[in-house]
């Protein structure tokens, strides 16, 4: 069974920096997709950004792309986003998730979240 969990969540001024990071277990190959999803109070899921384990190859929503970077630590089995430049609408419930492949609107697996608050 699939497990992941998110960290590194917490509150940040408008223009700063975080790093979330998610520990994923119970995966049994490496054909497969991780990455970051986020919702805000009483708006939708929104979809972040993605990175495919086997490659390194990275999936994004288009205006998410330039201010955050998602990397992996392939052998401790972690996916990272960074954020910069970060905006008071970024707030929200950021989530790990695991896909099949980058472009899938289906989230297979997904942590408990980490909230992020921009606000000063």
């Known amino acids: 069974q699939v497990q992941l969990v998110e960290s590194g969540g917490g509150l940040v001024q408008p223009g700063g920096s975080l790093r979330l990071s998610c520990a994923a277990s119970g995966l049994t190959s490496r054909d497969y997709v991780l990455g970051w999803f986020r919702q805000a109070p009483g708006k939708e899921r929104e979809f972040v950004g993605n990175?495919?384990?086997?490659?390194?190859?990275?999936y994004w929503a288009d205006s998410k792309e330039g201010r955050f970077t998602i990397s992996r630590d392939y052998a401790r089995n972690t996916v990272f986003l960074k954020m910069t430049d970060l905006r008071p609408e970024d707030t929200a419930i950021y989530y790990c998730?695991?896909?099949?492949?980058?472009?899938?609107?289906?989230?297979?697996?997904w942590g408990q979240g980490t909230q992020v608050t921009v606000s000063s």
């Open positions: 990175i495919r384990w086997s490659d390194g190859e990275t």
């Open positions: 998730d695991k896909r099949y492949f980058c472009s899938s609107p289906v989230s297979l697996s």
